[in-house]
Structure formats: C-alpha cells, structure tokens
C-alpha cells in the first residue's frame, strides 16, 4: 500500500455493483504535464508510481517525471517499477527455487528469520522446458516422451513440489500442460489484476516479469511484461521494485490486412527485420493506429513474443474490443470481463484507432505488402523471402563447408536415399510463437490434409515433431478431424512444451545423423519457432530455419532447403501428375470456417479447470516438506548454491582489478546460448565428465537447461557451445581457451578457469557487439561470476545479460564509441588492469574507468546504468543485497 499520495490519484470504480480502489491517471495534473498523450505503456507505468508512492524510493518528483516524459530526450530518470507478478519457466525458475531455499538457510545463518524468505508478490511457474522429443513419429510419441521426461526430472520435480507447499503465493503448472507464454496469455494473465491490500479490493493494470525473454507474449493482450533473468525475478518476487529508465517508446503503425498467402509468422518475421535495422535494444515499442484493430489477438501475441529477437524491452499492444473477445474466448469470466473494460476506458487505456499519442520515434507497416518468409540460417532478424530462400541458402552455405557438392547415402527401412547439404532433418512445429496461434496451427493442418490427400507424405530422412503450446490445440484438432492427417505425416504430439526451440530436438534419426557427421554435411532445420542460434536446435545440424507452421510441413514434403518451395514440385500424386505447394496451400476462408466450428470457449475452461493439480504422476510424487530443505548431497540436479557461502552481514569495499588475465576473447553476437547452452551435455565434456564421475551414465546425462538447479554442472557448462569461437584460442571452436598459467596451452574453460582461481588471478572478457543477446538466460551471468571473471569489456550489451552481470558482481564495461580489441590492437594475451573502480564505494558511479592492457590504455564506459544496479555490485551481487536488506528489516 502506498503510504502517500500526493495528487490525490485515490478514487473507486463500481462495476456492475462491485467497488474497486483505483489510483486515477487523469489526477495527474500541472506545468508541463500531459498523461492524456502518453503512450499506453506509460500510463500503466505512471499508476505503478502513483500506487506504491512512499516518499522514498518512488516519490512525486519521480510521478511528475514521468507524467512530464520529454520524448526527444534520452533515457537518464531511474524509476521504480513493482510488477503485479513473476511468472517462470522451469529451466530459469529451478534456480530461482534454489536460490529461495539457500536463502532461507542464509537467513537463519545470519540470525534472521527463514520465513521471510517468501514471495510478496505472486510467483507462477509453468514446467514446460523439460519435455525433450527423444519419440516421435508415433502414436504413443507423447506418453513416452512424459515417461522418459519424469524418469530425467524426478529429482527437480520433486524439489519444486516441496516449494510450491513451502513458499505462500507460488503455483506451479505441472509438466505436459503447456508452454509458459502461452499457458500466461491463455490463463494465467488478468489484462486487469485485483488485491486485497490493507483490506482495500485494489483494481490495477496486470503486469509482470518473468525468467523467459518470451514473456512479452502478454503484451497482445494489453499487459506491460517482459523478461529479466532469474536473479531479477528474484528480487522482484522478494518485494524488491525492478529499478529502470524511463524508456524511449517507439511506435510503431500499422495499416492495411495481411494479404492472402501470408501468415502472421512472416508479418513478425517483417516487423522483425524492421525494428533490428532502425535499433530498439532498450527502448519500449508500442503498435497503434487502425491496423491494430484489424489485427486478431493471436496475431498480436506472435509479434509480442518475438521482442527479445528486436531487442525491445516490450512490443506491447493497447487494450481494445479484440482484447476483451479473447479473453473471453479463453474463458475468463464474465465479472473480469467487465472490469476490464470498464477500468481500462476509466483510465484512458481503451485503444483510440485515430489517436496518435506521443512517441520518440516512429515507424509504420502497410501489413498488406507482407510476403511468405524465413529467418535464418543463424539469426531470427535474417529474413529471406521464401522465393528466394534457396538462392539465400546457397550463398550461406559458403560458411560452413568447402566442399558443396558433398553427400551421403542413408539407409532406411530397406530402402537407400542420398542426402547433400541442405537436407531438412527436423521440420518441427513448436514453440509459444506459434502454437498459440489458431490460424497458423489450423493452417498447417489443413495443408498437412491437403498433403495426404494428394497421396504425399513426408521425406524419410526428416524429423517431424508437433509440441503445441497448450492442450487446446490438440482440442481443436480432434474436433476438425485433423489429427490423422498430422499423424499420417509424422507429425505426431510429442509433448506440451518448449521442445526444438530450446534445443530439446532430441537426436536425429539414427542412420541420418551418421550419414551426416561422416560426410560433414551443412544440414538443416525447420521450425516454427523464435530462436536459431547457432548449436542451438541440434548438435548435427548447422543451419537453422525459423518458419510459419504451415511452411514447417510445406518443408518437411520438401525435404530439402536447395530447392525452390513456390516453383518446384513437392512431390507426385496418386496419378504421377507434380503437386505444387499452392496446389495444398488451404485459403483464408477454409482457415477461418475450421476456426468458427472447431474453437469455443468451454475447451479452454476444460483444460485449465485443475491446470495446477497434475496429473497422477505428479501429483504421486513423493514431496518433502519443512520451511528449508533437505539438500541431497548425492544429488546431481539440485544442490545447494555457493553464493552465500561466508557472506558477512555488511558488504565490503569494492576493489579495483589488477593482475587479471583474459579469459575469452569474442566476437560479435556472441549470445547467451554460447554462454550457457541449454542443450546437450557431450560426453568428453567438463559437465560431461563430472556427471561420469558421480554415477550418472550418458543416456541420463538430460540437458544443460535441466540441470539448472546444481551449479556444479552449470560452471562447467559455462562458454561450452559447440559453435563458440575464442579467438584467444585461434582455429578451435567449442568451449576451449589458453590458459596462461600452464605456458598459454589450449584447455577447457573450466580447467583454465579453476587454475587461474587457485592462483588468484582475476578474470576479463572481451568481447564485440550486441554481447549477451538472446534468452534471458541467469547462469550465463552466474556461470561467468563462478569461473572467476570480475570484468566484462564489450562493444555493446544486450540489456538483460548486462543486468545479470551486475546481479551477479560482475563489472560491465564497453569499449570507447568506435573502438574494440582489434582499433586497440589487444590480443588478449596481455595483463589487465582495471582502475577508478573503487569510487562506487563512495556512493556515486563513475562514468569511466582507466583500463590498461599491457602497454595498450583506455578509458572504459560502465555500464552500471542506474543507482539501484550501483547497490547491487556494491553488495556483490542483487542476492546479497536483498538477503541483507530483509536481514535488517
């Protein structure tokens, strides 16, 4: 409860005979302030300040900066923000749980009491990430893939059972549900929270972080999120506000109808493209004008989602008609209903199609000019118009092999193929992007149909998996008469959750993954997803394909990329006549018919009625119980974490870095997946070797993502990616650099690092541009602090990894504007030193810092961007921090 209010904000809303406490925009009033034409985002921001306002950390000065937001200027007012909720994923969330725990026995070590170690705002978690598609093209695929899913899991199911009884205000949606986002956009999100607060029923804008980029899923339907790392999260479900600048917002109009033939996959993957080049890292971006009322609900979650893959904190659209029809479509209630009309309209949060409110920059989109597209091989921002997809993938296929007419034989069931490069070995519909998407889930479908009854089928070598967001999908197949269609394909269910998209591909065919490794092939993948990462999606696979569902079964008849999908035949009929993709492309009116008869609103009730019960393997789980748990020392998922060990009560001084040796040296969008990969854990590993070592044989070994939750693994995952290139260590690729202690030989990171830690010797990083991009992904941070590195120097920083970096004590430097290692001539051989550090112990942030690198000096830009970051690293971290605050609370 805010203890003041100084605009007199406080008022009540009635609705439908229902009173609600409300903190009024409109009474916002003065010199040079106008809330009327702030943009939607900032309006939800401005009643987060005028409700929590206590005079401290969020007073009236920081409400009138906010509602007197100078749209030129460049971000430089920190303010407060208090999301209404925290929602996880289990692959970020485990460690959360963790965290929590350790914290709790922190506190008691410290004399302080356990149980205020709680969450104080409401946790939800979603285990969706830990579904891998080991089963597939047949029809028990699902229930193997769940048993083999609990087989690998037990341990941290178990754990996150004893926290969801443990922690008040934490649920937890058990596995084969559905994926996070989409679960959130479908269920969990209220467009419009309500609290009891002080025995006041508060009605106020929903809003959340979450532990997964993709959380800015929400924001189609009018909800102000998006993603932090696990340590953050933390903090915020700790009662700690999210500290941020007051962001440029960029608006972005749309106009016109997406034309037929095209999805709303390639309207992202255009809106992507167009916000990569004109740069949204940091800033807020807002979609309005008449196209947006044009534009159906699922297509809004699709462009949200991809944010993260922009670079905006938020791509976030305004509450209007075909918000309120979705949710009741999902089955909200009709009193939510309600008061989510009516408080958005009382607060001037209702989309106006003719209004323009005030923006930093602008851009605009004639959706109507959208063509069928791609993104890869390697990034979601390289789009590729599908009539020039091939001619896209031959000239990348320069990259990645010498020798391009290289193929292989493979044999299956009885029968020889030969495979070259290019071969489609996944065709994968995934990920919340998508299969929250009934238009593009029913499109492939109908396609999938059309295909079948052409006497098609797809090509042997290809992997083919359906994993849709949420049990509906399945629900609304069933109910079309489109599974057998699907499943005549091989596109069989194999699970709820993020399955390809995360790297949870499962292995290729047997006999193509041989065929592929020996003849070093440039094979491909094709997914519905939103990442394509290099070594992301599968070890075998060098090329990655990002693609509407219907083009993931268009692709998977295909069989290859080297082909041209528009001009040449997919296949023959049962006449030996050619089939051409337009010959089973479905129509808009087909799509929307199956839609009208195939969804209504009872199947969303059905499937969410006990969405937090489980089912009988969970909930026959055995659960420990106590306010601390009872670590296992055997364990190899979850182990108590090292980040409190000998932690005194109060900080001491930061210290300037001297004597400290490079570690990697990087270069360009070097993403989070390189710093900490979520897929699989090879054998000759470090991670790999560890797990050897305590009895855990190859087949268990699970993913990097899975086992979160023991550090042990994760430190030795760390810059583990099987595509990372430390230069430091020229010619090698994977988790390798020179270790200065033993004459600079090539070693693993993690042996190098643990000799550099016995002799004392800090740790840099140097890398280039756009350093940390992709997942908000926390043990990219810890997994860095825990090697020993102090210091990272970048050209420019992703704005999650750069906050996790401070999270975790870990100083984030950037070059001078316009240098890098190679202007400066560092090889990263050289010595460092790093000083001017120390002023953060006298209550200010120094704006730079002398860093010499042998005979090489340079002024350094920190990157601690706001006061609130200041006292993190000052503490050594945002763990520390607030242990020690609810210490002294």
């Known amino acids: 409860m805010a203890s003041q209010d100084s605009f007199g904000a406080k008022s009540t809303?009635?609705?439908?005979?229902?009173?609600?406490e409300i903190f009024r925009l409109d009474k916002v009033v003065g010199d040079g302030l106008d809330v009327d034409s702030l943009p939607f985002s900032l309006k939800v921001l401005l009643e987060n300040l005028l409700r929590t306002e206590d005079g401290a950390d969020i007073t009236a000065d920081d409400i009138k900066a906010l509602a007197g937001w100078d749209e030129t200027?460049?971000?430089?007012?920190?303010?407060?923000?208090?999301?209404?909720?925290?929602?996880?994923?289990?692959?970020?969330?485990?460690?959360?749980?963790?965290?929590?725990?350790?914290?709790?026995?922190?506190?008691?070590?410290?004399?302080?009491?356990?149980?205020k170690i709680n969450p104080l705002a409401p946790a939800e978690m979603v285990i969706d990430h830990s579904v891998i598609a080991d089963v597939f093209g047949s029809a028990d695929a699902f229930e193997r893939n769940v048993e083999i899913e609990y087989e690998r899991n037990r341990e941290r199911y178990q754990f996150l059972r004893w926290g969801q009884g443990a922690f008040d205000d934490f649920k937890v949606v058990p596995p084969g549900t559905g994926i996070v986002h989409q679960v959130n956009i479908e269920h969990l999100a209220r467009t419009v929270f309500t609290r009891e607060v002080d025995g006041e029923l508060q009605a106020y804008p929903d809003t959340c972080v979450g532990t997964d980029s993709h959380t800015t899923m929400v924001n189609g339907i009018g909800v102000v999120g998006?993603?932090?790392?696990?340590?953050?999260?933390?903090?915020?479900?700790?009662?700690?506000?999210?500290?941020?600048?007051?962001?440029?917002?960029?608006?972005?109009?749309?106009?016109?109808?997406?034309?037929?033939?095209?999805?709303?996959?390639?309207?992202?993957?255009?809106?992507?493209?167009?916000?990569?080049k004109h740069g949204v890292v940091g800033k807020f971006v807002e979609f309005y004008g008449p196209g947006v009322s044009a534009l159906p609900l699922a297509n809004r979650a699709t462009i949200g989602n991809m944010s993260p893959e922009f670079g905006s904190t938020i791509a976030v659209f305004p509450i209007d008609q075909q918000t309120v029809d979705y949710l009741r479509l999902t089955g909200r209630s009709e009193e939510q209903l309600a008061l989510v009309e009516a408080y958005a309209k009382e607060q001037g949060l209702w989309h106006d199609p003719s209004a323009e409110p005030r923006y930093s920059e602008k851009l605009e989109l004639d959706v109507s000019t959208v063509v069928p597209s791609l993104a890869g091989p390697k990034r979601p921002q390289d789009r590729v118009e599908v009539t020039k997809a091939q001619e896209g993938f031959q000239a990348a296929l320069a990259d990645y092999t010498d020798d391009k007419d290289a193929t292989a034989t493979v044999s299956l069931d009885g029968q020889e193929f030969e495979i070259g490069h290019g071969a489609v070995t996944i065709a994968a519909i995934t990920s919340c992007t998508n299969t929250s998407n009934p238009s593009v889930m029913i499109g492939a479908a109908l396609l999938a149909k059309n295909a079948v009854e052409k006497g098609l089928s797809r090509k042997p070598w290809v992997k083919t998996t359906l994993a849709p967001g949420s049990k509906v999908v399945s629900d609304y197949y069933e109910r079309a008469g489109l599974t057998p269609y699907l499943d005549k394909l091989g596109f069989n269910l194999v699970g709820y959750g993020c399955t390809t998209c995360i790297g949870n591909s499962g292995p290729l065919i047997p006999e193509v993954s041989a065929a592929v490794n020996e003849a070093d092939l440039a094979v491909t993948s094709v997914l519905s997803g939103n990442r394509n990462f290099e070594g992301r999606i599968n070890p075998d696979i060098k090329m990655n394909y990002l693609a509407s569902p219907p083009l993931v079964v268009a692709y998977a008849l295909a069989g290859s990329m080297d082909l041209d999908l528009f001009g040449d035949p997919l296949g023959q009929d049962q006449n030996g006549d050619d089939v051409f993709l337009k010959d089973i492309w479905p129509s808009p009116s087909e799509i929307e018919e199956t839609i009208a008869h195939a969804i209504n609103s009872d199947m969303f009730g059905d499937s969410y009625k006990d969405v937090f019960a489980g089912d009988e393997r969970w909930q026959s789980l055995p659960t420990p119980e106590g306010n601390t748990f009872e670590w296992d020392e055997s364990s190899t998922y979850v182990r108590r974490a090292p980040y409190f060990d000998g932690m005194p009560d109060e900080p001491t001084p930061v210290e300037d870095i001297s004597g400290a040796r490079v570690l990697l040296k990087l270069g360009d969008s070097v993403t989070t997946d390189h710093i900490s990969p979520a897929g699989a854990i090879k054998k000759d590993s470090p991670a790999g070797r560890y797990l050897a070592e305590h009895g855990v044989e190859q087949r268990d070994f699970n993913s990097y993502g899975s086992r979160r939750g023991n550090h042990e693994v994760m430190i030795r995952g760390t810059f583990a990616n099987i595509r990372l290139r430390n230069q430091l260590a020229e010619g090698t690729e994977g988790g390798v650099t020179r270790d200065f202690t033993a004459g600079g030989e090539v070693t693993s990171v993690f042996e190098a690092?643990?000799?550099?830690?016995?002799?004392?010797?800090?740790?840099?990083?140097?890398?280039?541009?756009?350093?940390?991009?992709?997942?908000?992904?926390?043990?990219?941070?810890?997994g860095t602090s825990l090697?020993?590195?102090?210091?990272?120097?970048?050209?420019?920083?992703?704005?999650?990894?750069?906050?996790?970096l401070i999270g975790m004590g870990v100083i984030p430097l950037q070059y001078p504007a316009g240098q890098n290692a190679e202007s400066l001539g560092l090889t990263g051989e050289?010595?460092?030193?790093?000083?001017?550090?120390?002023?953060?112990?006298?209550?200010?942030?120094?704006k730079t810092v002398k860093v010499t690198a042998g005979d090489v000096e340079f002024d350094a830009v920190v990157r601690i961007d706001t006061p609130g970051e200041a006292n993190y690293y000052r503490n050594g971290g945002i763990m520390q921090y607030v242990l020690r605050n609810l210490l002294k609370a």
């Open 13 to 20: 809303l009635d609705v439908d005979g229902k009173s609600y």
């Open 73 to 115: 200027a460049e971000p430089d007012k920190e303010i407060q923000f208090t999301p209404a909720r925290v929602i996880m994923q289990d692959f970020t969330g485990v460690p959360c749980v963790v965290d929590l725990a350790t914290m709790r026995e922190a506190m008691a070590e410290l004399g302080g009491d356990a149980t």
């Open 226 to 276: 998006w993603g932090v790392g696990g340590i953050e999260a933390e903090a915020a479900m700790l009662g700690q506000p999210v500290s941020m600048l007051i962001p440029r917002v960029v608006g972005f109009k749309l106009n016109g109808d997406l034309p037929e033939g095209a999805t709303a996959t390639d309207l992202v993957l255009t809106i992507t493209e167009m916000l990569r």
């Open 753 to 782: 690092s643990e000799n550099y830690i016995a002799a004392g010797i800090p740790l840099v990083v140097l890398a280039g541009k756009e350093y940390g991009s992709g997942s908000s992904r926390d043990w990219a941070a810890k």
């Open 787 to 804: 090697l020993g590195v102090k210091a990272v120097v970048a050209e420019s920083y992703e704005r999650i990894h750069r906050s996790n």
């Open 830 to 846: 050289e010595e460092f030193s790093i000083s001017g550090i120390t002023a953060l112990n006298e209550g200010s942030t120094p």
